[in-house]
C-alpha cells in the first residue's frame, strides 16, 4: 500500500537434504539458532499491550547451495492451501486485529482518507474524433467506471458525458475493476480487462459503443500485455502470457451474434529465425495509427536487457515479418509516423538518444534526431507531427519538444516540483494529453494544443487538503560510497526541525524505475496529522539513466540498501526526526528494501511497514513469476549470485535475539505476482527471533493483491491499518 510497485529461466530447485542430516546439521548450529521470543508481553505505542505472538511450529529443511547449509524454519508455510498455513493465518489475522482495535488514532485516520479518497477522478482520456473515452470515479463509488465525453465544452460549461461500463453492474463484490485497454480508430469498439481484486490476471471484453453492450466475442483470464485493433476493427491482436512464454494472437471480430467462435490465430511466439524464446521474454504489440503495421516488441528480461523489434505489413496477408533491430543487448522502443521509423534507444547512449531508422540497416547506420544528453530521456512519442521528448534533470520533470528532423521548437512548462506522464496522442492528431502531480497535489489532467502551445484542463480534482499550507523541497546527500542522491521532502510549513518530529521515508530503488514525487491519499494523511514524509531516488531506478540502474542491480544492489541508509542518517542528523520517530515503508522491490532495513540496521527506524515484499531471495525465483526477475537479481541456483543473494537476502539473515523494531508485513492472497508466502515465513521467523517487546504483525488481506483495484472501501480501511500502526509505533512507547 505504501510506496511503488515492480514488473514481470528454468528453475532447478537446491537439493534437498534428507531430514535425518539436517538434524545433524542442526545440531552443530550455535545454539542462538533456537532462540524463542519473549514469553512475556509485547508493548506498542500510546499503551498497545498485546500478548506474546502466537506460537508457530518449527519444522527446519536444509538445503545445499555449493557446499553451504542453509536452514529454513518455515517452509511448511509455503503451502498456502493446506490446512495448518490457514490456521496459521487465522491466528495471525486476530493477532493483528488485536492491535488494530487499541490504535486510537486509527478512526481519525479512517475518517481523514476516506475524505481524500472519495473524491472525483479522471483518467487521462483517449481520444477519437470529438469523443474521450476515459476511467472516471465519483465520490461514494467503490470502482471507477469507463466513460466517454462527447466533444470539449465551452468556457464555464459543463461537459456531456456518458458512463458505457460501470464495473458495480458486472458483480456483487466491489473489489471487481474495469481498466480501460484501447478503443477502435472509429471509435466504435471499446475493449476493456475485467479483474478481481488486485490480480495481474484480467478477462478481456469487447464493447459496442452504438448499441451500449458487450460482443459476445471475450478473451479468458490471463496476463495481457497488450491488445490493438487492426484497421477495420474486424480482428483485434493480443499478446499475453502463457506457460510456454509470451503469445501473440489474432482474434476474429466479425463473426455475427449467435455464430460459433473459431480459435484465435497463432501470429508469433515461441520460436523466431531459428531461436527459441525464453520464457522470460515479454512480448507487446501495437497497431500503428494508419494501420499499416504490427509492432512487435520481445524485450528480453525484468527489467529489458536486450530489445528486438519485428514488424509486419498488415496489408498483406501472407507479408512476414520483418526485423527493425534484433540480437543487440541494449533497450529499443519504436515509434512510427507518416511512414517514418523513429527509435528511442540507450544504445552506445547510457541517457538514451532518438534515432529515425531505416529497416534492413544496423543502428549504426540510423540518423540521430535527438543525440544524448546529460538527463536521461525517460520517453517520447509523437503528437500532432511532433516529437515529444520526456527526461529527468535531478528527478525534476522535464519535456522538449522537437520537429520529426530533430530541431527544438519548445517545450512544455510545469509550474511545480512534482511527476509529469509523457504526452498521450496521435502522430496526426492536433491535441495530446498528459497529467502532473506533486506529493501535495492529486493528479491533473491536462489537454495540449500542438499547434499553438495552449494547455486546458480536461479535469482537476478538489481534494480536502490545504497544499497552501504545506512545503516541499529537494535535497541532496552522499551516500556510503560517495554517490550523490536526490531527495524530496515535504510537511506543513513551520514544522519544528528539532527531532521530535515523526517522519514517514519510503523508496524503491530497482527495475530502472524512476521514484518521482507524487500524489498518494495515505502520504498527505500523514502530512496533515503533522509528520514529515521524504522520498529518495536511490540507485536501481532510471533518475540517471542505464548506470544508474546498473549500480543497483546485481552484486551492486547493496548500493540500493546503503543509500536508504544515508537518506535516514541525513533526515536524522539535520533534525528532522530521529530513530524513534523515523517510520519507512516499501512494497513489493521496496519491500525487499524495507527486509534489508529491518535486518542490516534495526537500530536505524522506529517502525517498518513492508509491503508484498520480496524476503527470501534464495526461493523467490521458485514462485509465480518470480523468475522475470533473474535479470535484476540474480538466481541462487548459480554460484555467483548465491555468494550475493545470501548476503542480504532477509530471511536468511535475522539473527536470534536482535532487538528488532516494530514491523507490520502487509499482503493478501490476491497477490498473484509476488507470492505472500514471503511475508507468511518470514513473519513467523521474526516473532520468534526478536529480542524487544515490539509488535511484529501480520496483515494479511483475503481480497487484496499486488496490483491496484481493490475497493475504496477496501482501501480506506488497508491505508488506515497501515498508517495507524505506524504513527503509533512512531510516537511514545
Known amino acids: 500500500m505504501l510506496s511503488a510497485n515492480a514488473g514481470w529461466c528454468c528453475m532447478v530447485r537446491a537439493t534437498e537434504i534428507p531430514m535425518r542430516i539436517a ?12 532462540a524463542q521470543s519473549s514469553s512475556g508481553p509485547i508493548h506498542g505505542g500510546d499503551g498497545i499491550t498485546l500478548p506474546a505472538p502466537p506460537a508457530t511450529e518449527k519444522r527446519p529443511v536444509a538445503n545445499d547451495y555449493f557446499g553451504t547449509q542453509v536452514v529454513d524454519q518455515y517452509r511448511w508455510l509455503e503451502e498456502a492451501a493446506s490446512a495448518e498455513t490457514q490456521a496459521y493465518l487465522a491466528r495471525q489475522i486476530a493477532y493483528t486485529d488485536l492491535y488494530l482495535k487499541q490504535a486510537r488514532v486509527r478512526p481519525q485516520i479512517a475518517q481523514d482518507i476516506g475524505g481524500l479518497l472519495n473524491i472525483s477522478s479522471w483518467g487521462i482520456p483517449i481520444q477519437r474524433g470529438d ?20 466533444g470539449w465544452p465551452p468556457p464555464n ?4 458525458q456518458t458512463r458505457l461500463i460501470d464495473p458495480s453492474g458486472l458483480s456483487n463484490d466491489p473489489n471487481t475493476s474495469v481498466n480501460l485497454m484501447g478503443v477502435s480508430r472509429d471509435g466504435k469498439l471499446v475493449v476493456y480487462g475485467v479483474r478481481q481484486g488486485g490480480a495481474d490476471e484480467t478477462e478481456i471484453h469487447f464493447y459496442d459503443v452504438a448499441k451500449r453492450g458487450n460482443l459476445d466475442d471475450k478473451l479468458p483470464t490471463a496476463r495481457y500485455f497488450n491488445v490493438s485493433f487492426n484497421a477495420d476493427h474486424s480482428k483485434v491482436l493480443y499478446a499475453r502470457y502463457s506457460k510456454t512464454g509470451a503469445l501473440v494472437y489474432e482474434h476474429n471480430l466479425s463473426r455475427k451474434s449467435g455464430e460459433p467462435s473459431t480459435p484465435d ?60 533491430v534484433r540480437g543487440i543487448d541494449s533497450r529499443f522502443r519504436a515509434l512510427y509516423a507518416h511512414g517514418r521509423w523513429f527509435v528511442e534507444t540507450d544504445y552506445k547512449a547510457p541517457n538514451g538518444r532518438i534515432l529515425e531508422a531505416k529497416p534492413g540497416i544496423t543502428p549504426d547506420a540510423w540518423t540521430t534526431i535527438v543525440p544524448e544528453g546529460k538527463d536521461a530521456i525517460n520517453g517520447s512519442s509523437i503528437v500532432g507531427n511532433r516529437l515529444f521528448v520526456h527526461s529527468l534533470h535531478d528527478v525534476n520533470p522535464q519535456t522538449t519538444i522537437y520537429t520529426l528532423d530533430g530541431k527544438p521548437t519548445g517545450s512544455i512548462k510545469y509550474a511545480d516540483i512534482g511527476t509529469s506522464t509523457g504526452l498521450y496522442g496521435d502522430p496526426s492528431g492536433r491535441y495530446g494529453f498528459y497529467s502532473f502531480q506533486s506529493m501535495i497535489q492529486p493528479p491533473t489532467v491536462y489537454r495540449y494544443d500542438t499547434r499553438t ?11 480536502p487538503f490545504h497544499r497552501d499550507q504545506y512545503e516541499v523541497k529537494q535535497v541532496f546527500y552522499m551516500s556510503k560510497d560517495g554517490t550523490r542522491i536526490p531527495m524530496y521532502i515535504a510537511g506543513k510549513k513551520g514544522l519544528k526541525m528539532d527531532g521530535n518530529a515523526r517522519l514517514l521515508l519510503t523508496a524503491y530503488g530497482g527495475f530502472n524505475l524512476s521514484e518521482t514525487p507524487e500524489w498518494n491519499a495515505q502520504w498527505a494523511e500523514w502530512m496533515q496529522l503533522g509528520g514529515w514524509f521524504a522520498v529518495p531516488s536511490l540507485r536501481g531506478g532510471d533518475e540517471y539513466g542505464a548506470a544508474w540502474h546498473k549500480q543497483g542491480m546485481f552484486d551492486q544492489k547493496q548500493n540500493v540498501f546503503d543509500d536508504f541508509y544515508a537518506a535516514a542518517e541525513y533526515l536524522i542528523a539535520n533534525k528532522y526526526t530521529s530513530p524513534a520517530h523515523l517510520a519507512i515503508s516499501g512494497r513489493s522491490n521496496g519491500g525487499l528494501l524495507m527486509g534489508a532495513a529491518m535486518t542490516q540496521r534495526p537500530d536505524l527506524f522506529g517502525a517498518i511497514w513492508c509491503g508484498y515484499p520480496l524476503l527470501d531471495m534464495l526461493r523467490y525465483q521458485n514462485f509465480m513469476i518470480g523468475r522475470f526477475w533473474t535479470t535484476e537479481y540474480g538466481s541462487a541456483e548459480h554460484q555467483p549470485d548465491f555468494g550475493w543473494l545470501v548476503r542480504y537476502s532477509p530471511y536468511q539473515n535475522v539473527h536470534p535475539g536482535t532487538h528488532y523494531p516494530s514491523i507490520m508485513f502487509f499482503t493478501g492472497s490476491s497477490d498473484t505476482r509476488v507470492d505472500p508466502l514471503h511475508a507468511r515465513k518470514m513473519a513467523a ?24 483495484g481493490v475497493s475504496t472501501n477496501q482501501l480506506i480501511a488497508d491505508y488506515a491499518d497501515s498508517l495507524a500502526f505506524l504513527w503509533t509505533e512512531t510516537g511514545k512507547h
Open 23 to 34: 538434524c545433524l546439521l542442526l545440531m552443530s548450529l550455535p545454539l542462538a539458532a533456537f
Open 131 to 150: 469523443e474521450y473515452f476515459f476511467l472516471r470515479r465519483e465520490p461514494g463509488e467503490q470502482q471507477a467506471s469507463i466513460c466517454v465525453q462527447h
Open 157 to 160: 460549461m459543463l461537459p456531456k
Open 265 to 324: 490465430t497463432l501470429l508469433f511466439g515461441q520460436k523466431y529465425h531459428g531461436e527459441t524464446l525464453d520464457r522470460l521474454d515479454r512480448i507487446s504489440l501495437r497497431v500503428t495509427e494508419d494501420g499499416h503495421y504490427l509492432i512487435i516488441t520481445i524485450e528480453r528480461g525484468v527489467p529489458a536487457r536486450r530489445v528486438d523489434i519485428l514488424y509486419r505489413d498488415l496489408r498483406h496477408a501472407d507479408a512476414p515479418f520483418e526485423e527493425l
Open 453 to 463: 502551445g495552449k494547455k486546458e484542463i480536461f479535469f482537476e480534482p478538489e481534494v
Open 685 to 708: 521467523l521474526m516473532q520468534s527471533s526478536t529480542g524487544s517487546d515490539r509488535p511484529i504483525l501480520l496483515h494479511y488481506s483475503l481480497k487484496g493483491g499486488h496490483s491496484s
